[in-house]
């Protein structure tokens, strides 16, 4: 019994104590409420992608002649293909939504204050990556709907000035949708985005480790209650359960609302009725609504400010001596996106 | 073993810049700019084998002029996809006297279709809209001040050829 524990120690040289202060971070006593571990969701979630995805892969073929063709497969033939699929699928939708809501908690209590402005940044990065990710991952399934999305979106690119044909061009290997176009598609979902959001989630966690978890006192909290918690085993716990739950969920989506496929990709006809993945329902319906130029332009302006909130935000409150004033504007910016999401959800066109 | 950092008492005799120093600055510039120079041209080539610029274009042969009638709408599809509608303009048998339209919405690269009952092309992406000749009408398009695309078009001892993408799509498996 000795021996091997000397064998082992030997080897991986660290000793108990060491261990213990590296995962025993205290943490603070707000984040026994659920809400504040909307982190550990999408990042629980991702896993369950690459678990999923790597399974998806075995049979996936990315050319336009047996895309469809194995995607129809995986989902008609293949042993439990159709709950893998869904569950990759809901998996997806729900990771998009969790870390939405993440940015959203670390908004509104301004968790992104100075000195945590970098991690902000990261995860504004990882924000848009997970987007590209569902984006790239939609198009694989090479449907009518995701198709023309995929074209759409390629063309959106072309509209940026100076550099928006050279990504246009690099995305789909060419002026338009060709045979060189799905394997790109593939390679950034599998393997580059993944990779790109594994590191920077790495770095976002150690950020978090680094500077601990912030501090937030609510309207009826005790200022002066300074109390923590043990990350381990308590906090770990916590991400347990909601690991449970979420499997459960997921399995219930995947079994109720199973992933369906429609129609094969046809280059000849654009469906009457076009609509992209929900969570770029805003894009979709602020195209509609502005020339492409400005859309382009004025999107790209938002996530700008998006990704450097935290020192606008620190010119605002400078300038209008109101504290709270990215509450306001995060309550109307909610609105806008649920408003903007709502109406391209209930209209055809 | 000689500790690159202990000076030697020659080194800085008279105030001058040590030797030693300019030569560790100098491996360090030169090594860096090495590495550099080949991490860039690195990046050039893979850039260039990700930029795939292979967007040649092919003259395809459509059909005797004489084919054509005043009036008449031809279509035909390019290797990617795209719908060309082919129709005489005016009498004669110069490349002027035909249209060739694309159906690829100018906007974001939807497909068009023709909406006989309004008499216009209709791209259901968002809701652009083209007049018969291929000035848009609506939508985008029509706020951007597009048409739809023209291919050019040569006429070779009374043949007619439009000018197309080389580049394909190709939906079937080869028998």
Not at chain 1, 68 to 73: A, F, L, Q, R
Not at chain 2, 23 to 47: C, D, E, P, W
């Amino acid at each position: 019994m000795g021996s091997w524990k000397t064998w082992l120690s030997e080897r991986i040289p660290v000793n108990q104590a060491q261990l213990y202060e590296l995962t025993n971070e205290p943490v603070p006593y707000h984040l026994k409420r659920w809400w504040f571990c909307l982190g550990g969701t999408p990042a629980y979630l991702f896993v369950v992608q690459i678990v999923t995805g790597i399974l998806l892969a075995f049979y996936y073929q990315p050319a336009p002649q047996t895309a469809y063709e194995s995607i129809d497969y995986i989902t008609n033939q293949a042993a439990f293909g159709w709950y893998l699929r869904s569950v990759h699928k809901w998996a997806a939708t729900l990771m998009i939504a969790a870390v939405i809501l993440h940015q959203m908690r670390v908004y509104f209590t301004a968790a992104y204050r100075r000195p945590r402005e970098i991690n902000w940044m990261i995860g504004m990065a990882l924000l848009l990556l997970t987007l590209l990710t569902g984006f790239t991952g939609y198009s694989l399934a090479f449907e009518q709907l995701s198709f023309w999305g995929a074209t759409v979106a390629a063309n959106i690119c072309d509209a940026v000035p100076y550099v928006g044909g050279f990504f246009k061009q690099m995305l789909l290997a060419g002026s338009s949708y060709n045979d060189q176009t799905l394997p790109r598609f593939y390679i950034l979902h599998a393997a580059v985005l993944p990779t790109t959001i594994v590191l920077l989630l790495g770095v976002h966690i150690t950020f978090i480790r680094l500077h601990g978890v912030s501090q937030f006192t609510g309207p009826r909290d005790d200022p002066a209650d300074n109390r923590t918690f043990n990350f381990f085993p308590d906090h770990i716990l916590t991400e347990l359960m909601i690991g449970l739950v979420l499997m459960i969920l997921l399995s219930a989506l995947a079994t109720i609302f199973p992933a369906t496929l429609g129609i094969k990709a046809d280059p000849l006809t654009t469906p009457e009725v076009i609509k992209p993945e929900w969570y770029f329902y805003v894009s979709f319906r602020w195209l509609k609504l502005f020339s492409l130029t400005f859309a382009v332009l004025s999107s790209g302006l938002i996530v700008a400010a998006m990704v450097l909130w935290p020192w606008i935000d620190a010119v605002l409150r400078k300038i209008t001596r109101i504290e709270d004033i990215s509450i306001y504007i995060g309550i109307v910016a909610t609105f806008l996106l649920v408003g903007l999401t709502v109406w391209e959800a209930v209209v055809a066109h | 073993m000689v500790n690159p950092h202990v000076r030697m008492p020659d080194d800085s005799a008279n105030g001058e810049p040590p030797r030693r120093d300019f030569l560790r600055l100098l491996s360090t510039v030169t090594m860096g700019g090495g590495l550099l120079a080949g991490y860039g041209t690195f990046a050039k080539f893979a850039l260039d084998y990700l930029y795939s610029a292979d967007d040649d274009s092919v003259w395809q042969f459509l059909g005797r002029t004489s084919e054509f009638k005043m009036g008449d709408a031809r279509q035909y599809a390019t290797p990617s996809g795209a719908k060309i509608v082919v129709a005489r303009q005016a009498e004669g048998d110069s490349p002027e006297s035909f249209a060739a339209l694309s159906s690829i919405c100018p906007h974001l690269g939807c497909q068009v279709h023709w909406e006989a009952q309004n008499n216009r092309f209709f791209c259901p992406c968002h809701n652009g809209a083209f007049d018969p000749s291929g000035k848009a009408t609506a939508g985008p398009p029509a706020q951007a001040n597009q048409s739809l695309v023209r291919f050019s078009l040569k006429v070779e001892n009374g043949l007619l050829y439009v000018r197309i993408p080389a580049q394909s799509l190709s939906l079937q498996r080869d028998a």
